[in-house]
């Protein structure tokens, strides 16, 4: 019930976010390590995959707000909070599913451009992360 | 959003390779045969590069692809030395026709170029960090 | 500033009517408490805004990242401006209480 809270932001979304590009720079890290491998090929985690599943999860969870009427008694009760958990799950199943090998020889600066994007990303996610935990943390302490 | 990165990225990959055929040009500027073993002096290269419109940026930016590699059509350096066992009935050798000084300062011309792009992404990720200074 | 107006309209009309002082029900509180519901309204639609905009960077839209970024700020302090004056408020009603009749 108290979880719901975190429910109300972009706060779900941008913790898939973190989740991916940590996923994902594990994976281009071992590309890097594997740079002087024989036959090595580069893998990656589809970034448009994760772009289009992230999209219907938001798109679904926005649906599943929407339903539930705050003057509905059953609001609080368990099964809008499982419709409104199920897309954010299957975000993050398919982080599983997307692995890749791109067939391609491992590039140093394509790889570590990749990373740089990836950290930026990441960065970004974790910086509007902060703001939103920072402002419910003021709207709970009464303190600005 | 992040697509500048790639663009610098593309110029990084043209970049090292024209340093790669830069390179083959400075190792085999004595060689006198081919990879069969044949008398043939080993003609110089170079990288042409193309415009890549698949590598775009919102601000009307593109990114560099190789287009192909090009043989030097130069004539070979043909040096006297009638004890060489490449040389022809006249006792002249065909040396590539390489001039190092001019292979110098294409190589360093590459480098700086690298480095430009090195450049422009560190820019990139500053700007994209000072960015997120509106939240801090 | 104009979102302001309705509270100083309040301010002023208690003030410069004496009158309303010895009959208190006759204000016309009405338009502080809409004052009240409209800027919560504002500040939550800037917040669904502001949340619409991280979502659409975040699924790899066409979002400026300052621009995203500067409506998640402007959010954040039209929030915290709005808890700010409802913590002055409490205040205000805490005194009140205070005064012995």
Redesign the interface.
Known sequence: MLSNMFDSSSLPALEQVVNFTQARHGVLAGNIANIDTPGYKSRDLSVEKFQTQLQEAVSAHRHAAELPSYANSDYYGAEPMDVAKEPWDKVRQVTDDILFHDEHNVSLEKQVTEITKNQTQHNVALTIMNAQFRLLRAAVTERV | ??SV??V??SG??AQ?TRLDAISSNLANISTTRNESGQVEPYTPRFVIFQTDDEITT?GGGQGVKIDRVEYSTVLPNMKYEPGHPDADAEGYVAYPNIDMTTEFVDALGATRAYEANVGV?EVS?DI??R??Q??? | MSAITPAQSFAQQSISSPAALNKPTTIDAGSFKDFLVDSIRDVNNMQNQADHAVETMMTGGDADPAEVLTAVQKADLAFRLMMQMRNKMMQVYQEVREIRV
Do not use: G, Q, V
């Open positions: 959003m992040y990165f790639d610098s990225s990084l990959i090292r919102s992404i990720k994209s960090n960015t997120l509106i939240l801090a």
